[in-house]
């Protein structure tokens, strides 16, 4: 069992950035590609970052290239989400997520659909104002 536990959401203006922090649970967390998705209020759940286990491989959304960046210590077993420039639009709970068998999500492209995930974290909120 992982038990992942976000943090480092709040309110911020528009411009503004955040830092979010997902700490896993485990001996393993070395193995795991790690993912951020995000949920608006009425929205589906998308797909944010990817992160493979060695760090040395990640994917973006469009909306947020160039803004986000993923990064991840596995010293630490923690992942991190740098987001820069934000816009009101990124207002959502973000979630982190765990794929414990990178076979058969991130190497097999399939890395931003939820149910390649096999382990979530309770969510962080993130607000941003105009």
């Known amino acids: 069992q992982v038990q992942l536990v976000e943090s480092g959401g709040g309110l911020v203006q528009a411009g503004g950035s955040l830092r979010l922090s997902c700490a896993a649970s485990?001996?393993?967390?070395?193995?795991?590609?790690m993912g951020w998705f995000r949920q608006a209020p009425g929205k589906e759940r998308e797909f944010v970052a990817v992160i493979s286990w060695s760090g040395g491989a990640t994917d973006y959304a469009d909306s947020v290239k160039g803004r986000f960046t993923i990064s991840r210590e596995n010293a630490k077993n923690t992942v991190y989400l740098q987001m820069n420039s934000l816009k009101p639009e990124d207002t959502a709970v973000y979630y982190c997520a765990a794929d414990v068998d990178p076979r058969r999500g991130f190497y097999s492209g399939l890395y931003s659909y939820p149910p390649t995930y096999d382990y979530w974290g309770q969510g962080t909120q993130a607000t941003v104002s105009s």
């Open positions: 485990g001996s393993t967390f070395s193995s795991y590609s």
